[in-house]
Protein backbone atom coordinates (compact mmCIF):
# COMPACT_ATOMS: atom_id res chain seq x y z
CA UNK A 1 0.00 0.00 0.00
CA UNK A 2 0.91 3.41 -0.78
CA UNK A 3 -0.18 7.11 -0.27
CA UNK A 4 1.44 9.25 -2.58
CA UNK A 5 0.51 13.33 -2.19
CA UNK A 6 0.51 15.56 -4.68
CA UNK A 7 0.50 19.43 -4.61
CA UNK A 8 -1.18 19.24 -1.38
CA UNK A 9 -2.62 23.16 -0.42
CA UNK A 10 -5.24 23.80 2.11
CA UNK A 11 -6.81 27.13 3.23
CA UNK A 12 -8.86 27.61 5.89
CA UNK A 13 -11.49 30.40 5.81
CA UNK A 14 -11.07 31.03 1.88
CA UNK A 15 -12.83 34.17 0.68
CA UNK A 16 -12.77 35.15 4.35
CA UNK A 17 -11.16 38.06 6.25
CA UNK A 18 -9.14 35.03 8.32
CA UNK A 19 -8.26 33.54 5.25
CA UNK A 20 -4.94 31.30 6.12
CA UNK A 21 -2.95 29.09 3.97
CA UNK A 22 -2.28 25.82 6.22
CA UNK A 23 -0.54 24.14 3.28
CA UNK A 24 1.02 24.69 0.47
CA UNK A 25 2.34 22.92 -2.73
CA UNK A 26 3.49 19.71 -0.69
CA UNK A 27 4.58 16.20 -2.24
CA UNK A 28 5.83 12.86 -0.92
CA UNK A 29 4.92 9.45 -1.67
CA UNK A 30 4.78 7.15 2.02
CA UNK A 31 5.80 3.86 0.74
CA UNK A 32 4.45 0.23 2.55
CA UNK A 33 6.26 -0.49 5.23
CA UNK A 34 7.76 2.75 5.65
CA UNK A 35 8.02 4.75 9.45
CA UNK A 36 7.88 8.09 8.45
CA UNK A 37 8.13 11.40 11.46
CA UNK A 38 6.48 14.54 10.44
CA UNK A 39 8.31 17.34 12.44
CA UNK A 40 7.86 20.94 12.51
CA UNK A 41 7.28 24.07 15.08
CA UNK A 42 3.93 24.68 16.26
CA UNK A 43 1.66 25.96 14.30
CA UNK A 44 3.88 24.82 11.03
CA UNK A 45 0.71 22.71 9.32
CA UNK A 46 1.58 19.01 10.83
CA UNK A 47 -2.04 18.50 12.38
CA UNK A 48 -3.52 19.41 9.15
CA UNK A 49 -1.37 17.62 7.21
CA UNK A 50 -2.06 14.00 8.34
CA UNK A 51 -5.94 15.03 8.61
CA UNK A 52 -6.00 14.61 4.84
CA UNK A 53 -4.40 11.26 4.65
CA UNK A 54 -7.57 9.45 5.77
CA UNK A 55 -9.86 12.32 4.05
CA UNK A 56 -11.06 13.69 7.43
CA UNK A 57 -10.15 17.07 5.42
CA UNK A 58 -10.17 17.73 1.66
CA UNK A 59 -7.69 19.77 -0.21
CA UNK A 60 -7.92 23.46 -1.19
CA UNK A 61 -6.00 21.77 -4.29
CA UNK A 62 -3.86 18.72 -5.43
CA UNK A 63 -4.64 15.08 -4.28
CA UNK A 64 -4.02 12.46 -2.06
CA UNK A 65 -3.68 9.04 -3.65
CA UNK A 66 -4.11 5.86 -1.90
CA UNK A 67 -2.65 3.51 -4.32
CA UNK A 68 -3.68 4.99 -7.42
CA UNK A 69 -6.95 6.07 -6.12
CA UNK A 70 -7.88 9.51 -5.55
CA UNK A 71 -8.87 9.60 -1.44
CA UNK A 72 -11.54 12.13 -2.52
CA UNK A 73 -12.18 11.04 -6.65
CA UNK A 74 -16.00 10.96 -6.72
CA UNK A 75 -16.53 7.47 -7.69
CA UNK A 76 -13.75 6.57 -5.21
CA UNK A 77 -15.22 4.27 -2.00
CA UNK A 78 -14.03 6.61 0.94
CA UNK A 79 -15.47 4.44 3.37
CA UNK A 80 -13.55 1.37 2.75
CA UNK A 81 -9.96 3.58 1.87
CA UNK A 82 -10.77 5.09 5.49
CA UNK A 83 -10.76 1.99 7.09
CA UNK A 84 -7.01 0.90 5.57
CA UNK A 85 -5.82 4.02 7.14
CA UNK A 86 -6.14 4.28 10.71
CA UNK A 87 -5.65 8.14 12.65
CA UNK A 88 -5.17 8.62 16.06
CA UNK A 89 -5.71 11.94 17.42
CA UNK A 90 -3.65 13.82 20.07
CA UNK A 91 -4.78 12.78 23.65
CA UNK A 92 -6.64 10.25 22.41
CA UNK A 93 -7.80 8.94 25.66
CA UNK A 94 -10.64 11.89 25.75
CA UNK A 95 -12.52 9.67 23.12
CA UNK A 96 -13.26 6.82 26.00
CA UNK A 97 -16.51 6.15 26.36
CA UNK A 98 -17.49 2.89 27.02
CA UNK A 99 -18.00 1.01 30.23
CA UNK A 100 -15.05 -1.52 29.90
CA UNK A 101 -12.09 -1.50 27.60
CA UNK A 102 -13.06 -4.46 26.03
CA UNK A 103 -16.41 -2.59 25.00
CA UNK A 104 -14.37 0.79 23.68
CA UNK A 105 -12.17 -1.20 21.91
CA UNK A 106 -14.56 -3.24 20.38
CA UNK A 107 -16.57 -0.23 19.04
CA UNK A 108 -14.94 0.31 15.84
CA UNK A 109 -15.48 -3.75 14.16
CA UNK A 110 -18.29 -3.66 15.73
CA UNK A 111 -19.41 -0.70 13.40
CA UNK A 112 -18.06 -3.11 10.52
CA UNK A 113 -20.56 -5.71 10.65
CA UNK A 114 -17.88 -8.17 12.10
CA UNK A 115 -18.96 -11.87 13.46
CA UNK A 116 -18.41 -11.85 17.19
CA UNK A 117 -15.43 -14.30 17.05
CA UNK A 118 -13.67 -11.81 14.96
CA UNK A 119 -14.31 -8.96 17.11
CA UNK A 120 -13.23 -10.42 20.04
CA UNK A 121 -10.22 -11.57 18.09
CA UNK A 122 -9.60 -8.41 17.12
CA UNK A 123 -9.94 -6.70 20.89
CA UNK A 124 -7.74 -9.48 21.91
CA UNK A 125 -4.91 -8.90 19.53
CA UNK A 126 -4.98 -5.50 20.03
CA UNK A 127 -4.81 -4.93 23.34
CA UNK A 128 -2.06 -7.39 23.27
CA UNK A 129 0.05 -5.03 20.48
CA UNK A 130 -0.31 -2.02 23.37
CA UNK A 131 0.70 -4.37 26.09
CA UNK A 132 -2.34 -4.28 27.60
CA UNK A 133 -2.89 -7.75 29.13
CA UNK A 134 -6.89 -8.63 28.72
CA UNK A 135 -7.45 -10.99 31.67
CA UNK A 136 -6.38 -7.80 33.44
CA UNK A 137 -7.79 -5.54 32.25
CA UNK A 138 -10.87 -5.73 29.58
CA UNK A 139 -13.43 -5.54 32.30
CA UNK A 140 -12.12 -2.62 33.91
CA UNK A 141 -13.42 0.90 32.93
CA UNK A 142 -11.03 2.79 30.63
CA UNK A 143 -11.53 5.57 33.20
CA UNK A 144 -9.79 3.69 36.23
CA UNK A 145 -6.57 3.28 34.14
CA UNK A 146 -3.78 5.00 34.51
CA UNK A 147 -3.01 7.76 31.63
CA UNK A 148 -0.37 6.02 29.74
CA UNK A 149 -2.58 2.96 30.35
CA UNK A 150 -5.83 5.05 28.79
CA UNK A 151 -3.59 6.62 26.00
CA UNK A 152 -2.63 2.59 24.85
CA UNK A 153 -5.98 1.89 25.65
CA UNK A 154 -7.33 4.29 22.74
CA UNK A 155 -4.42 3.53 20.76
CA UNK A 156 -5.74 -0.46 20.32
CA UNK A 157 -9.26 1.01 19.24
CA UNK A 158 -7.71 1.96 16.18
CA UNK A 159 -5.72 -1.36 15.81
CA UNK A 160 -8.51 -3.51 16.48
CA UNK A 161 -9.60 -1.89 12.99
CA UNK A 162 -6.68 -3.28 11.80
CA UNK A 163 -5.49 -0.40 9.31
CA UNK A 164 -2.47 -1.15 6.64
CA UNK A 165 -1.37 2.35 7.91
CA UNK A 166 -1.35 3.75 11.09
CA UNK A 167 -0.85 7.58 11.73
CA UNK A 168 -0.29 9.41 14.85
CA UNK A 169 -0.27 12.70 16.21
CA UNK A 170 2.07 12.98 19.15
CA UNK A 171 1.30 9.86 20.71
CA UNK A 172 3.80 10.54 23.86
CA UNK A 173 2.46 14.00 24.23
CA UNK A 174 1.88 14.50 28.81
CA UNK A 175 3.25 11.27 29.32
CA UNK A 176 5.37 10.70 31.76
CA UNK A 177 8.76 8.81 30.63
CA UNK A 178 8.15 4.99 31.73
CA UNK A 179 4.56 6.03 29.63
CA UNK A 180 6.30 7.82 26.73
CA UNK A 181 8.75 4.88 26.72
CA UNK A 182 5.99 2.36 26.49
CA UNK A 183 4.30 3.64 23.71
CA UNK A 184 7.56 4.16 21.41
CA UNK A 185 8.10 0.02 22.04
CA UNK A 186 4.86 -0.30 21.06
CA UNK A 187 5.52 1.11 18.06
CA UNK A 188 8.89 -0.41 17.46
CA UNK A 189 7.17 -3.28 17.43
CA UNK A 190 4.09 -3.04 15.34
CA UNK A 191 6.81 -2.28 13.13
CA UNK A 192 8.97 -4.52 13.18
CA UNK A 193 6.61 -7.70 13.96
CA UNK A 194 4.08 -6.65 11.74
CA UNK A 195 5.52 -4.54 9.09
CA UNK A 196 2.96 -1.29 9.85
CA UNK A 197 3.39 1.52 7.51
CA UNK A 198 3.19 4.56 10.49
CA UNK A 199 3.11 8.24 9.79
CA UNK A 200 4.24 10.12 13.34
CA UNK A 201 3.82 13.65 14.34
CA UNK A 202 6.33 14.21 17.15
CA UNK A 203 8.13 17.63 18.31
CA UNK A 204 10.74 14.81 19.99
CA UNK A 205 13.48 14.64 17.80
CA UNK A 206 14.90 12.09 20.64
CA UNK A 207 11.67 10.12 19.73
CA UNK A 208 12.63 10.64 16.02
CA UNK A 209 16.11 9.48 16.49
CA UNK A 210 14.55 6.18 18.00
CA UNK A 211 11.78 5.44 15.35
CA UNK A 212 11.73 6.90 12.02
CA UNK A 213 13.35 6.19 8.72
CA UNK A 214 12.61 9.22 7.11
CA UNK A 215 11.35 13.08 7.94
CA UNK A 216 8.95 15.42 6.79
CA UNK A 217 10.29 18.73 8.34
CA UNK A 218 6.95 21.10 7.56
CA UNK A 219 7.25 24.91 8.06
CA UNK A 220 4.98 27.45 6.82
CA UNK A 221 3.11 25.46 5.74
CA UNK A 222 5.18 24.00 3.32
CA UNK A 223 7.64 21.13 3.05
CA UNK A 224 11.19 22.25 4.22
CA UNK A 225 13.53 19.00 4.09
CA UNK A 226 12.81 15.02 2.78
CA UNK A 227 15.06 12.61 4.15
CA UNK A 228 16.38 10.11 6.17
CA UNK A 229 17.14 11.14 10.28
CA UNK A 230 20.77 10.91 9.09
CA UNK A 231 20.63 13.98 6.27
CA UNK A 232 18.04 15.73 8.39
CA UNK A 233 19.75 15.80 11.48
CA UNK A 234 23.55 16.29 10.00
CA UNK A 235 22.15 19.64 8.96
CA UNK A 236 21.71 21.87 12.29
CA UNK A 237 21.29 24.74 10.29
CA UNK A 238 17.79 23.80 8.44
CA UNK A 239 16.79 22.53 12.25
CA UNK A 240 17.22 25.93 13.47
CA UNK A 241 15.94 27.73 10.82
CA UNK A 242 12.62 26.11 11.18
CA UNK A 243 12.50 26.42 14.91
CA UNK A 244 13.57 22.86 15.89
CA UNK A 245 16.84 21.02 17.26
CA UNK A 246 18.69 18.44 17.02
CA UNK A 247 18.86 15.16 19.34
CA UNK A 248 20.95 15.51 22.06
CA UNK A 249 23.57 12.69 20.38
CA UNK A 250 23.94 15.04 17.59
CA UNK A 251 24.88 17.81 19.61
CA UNK A 252 27.62 16.30 21.36
CA UNK A 253 28.76 14.59 18.25
CA UNK A 254 29.14 17.81 17.27
CA UNK A 255 30.59 19.12 20.11
CA UNK A 256 33.34 16.89 20.51
CA UNK A 257 34.24 17.50 16.88
CA UNK A 258 34.45 20.74 17.42
CA UNK A 259 37.03 19.69 20.08
CA UNK A 260 39.13 17.45 17.88
CA UNK A 261 37.67 14.43 18.09
CA UNK A 262 37.80 12.12 14.71
CA UNK A 263 34.12 11.81 14.61
CA UNK A 264 31.50 11.31 11.39
CA UNK A 265 29.04 14.63 11.01
CA UNK A 266 26.36 12.40 10.42
CA UNK A 267 25.83 10.49 14.18
CA UNK A 268 22.94 11.10 15.68
CA UNK A 269 22.22 7.65 17.31
CA UNK A 270 23.54 7.09 21.10
CA UNK A 271 24.08 3.72 20.52
CA UNK A 272 26.53 4.44 17.10
CA UNK A 273 28.24 7.61 19.52
CA UNK A 274 28.72 5.18 22.09
CA UNK A 275 30.14 2.66 20.12
CA UNK A 276 32.78 5.59 17.92
CA UNK A 277 33.95 7.11 21.15
CA UNK A 278 34.82 3.72 22.83
CA UNK A 279 36.70 2.57 19.32
CA UNK A 280 38.58 5.98 19.83
CA UNK A 281 39.44 4.97 23.40
CA UNK A 282 40.53 1.48 22.35
CA UNK A 283 42.49 2.85 19.50
CA UNK A 284 44.18 5.41 22.06
CA UNK A 285 44.76 2.96 24.75
CA UNK A 286 46.20 0.14 22.54
CA UNK A 287 48.92 3.03 21.47
Partial sequence: MSIEVRHLSHVYGEGSAIR???????????????????VGHTGSGKSTLVQHLNGLLKPTSGQVLVDGEDLNGEKVNRRALRQRIGLVFQYPEYQLFEETVAKDIAFGPKNQKLEAAEIDRRVRKAMESVRLDYDTYAEKSPFELSGGQMRRAAIAGVLAMEPEVLILDEPTAGLDPRGQDRILSMLEDLREKEHKTILMVSHSMEDMARLADRLLVISGGKLAADGSPREIFSDP????????????AAKLCMALRAAGYDLPEDLYKPEELRERILAIWKEGAAC
Fill in 237 to 248: ALMTSVGLDVPE
Fill in 20 to 38: TVALEDISFTVREGEFVGI
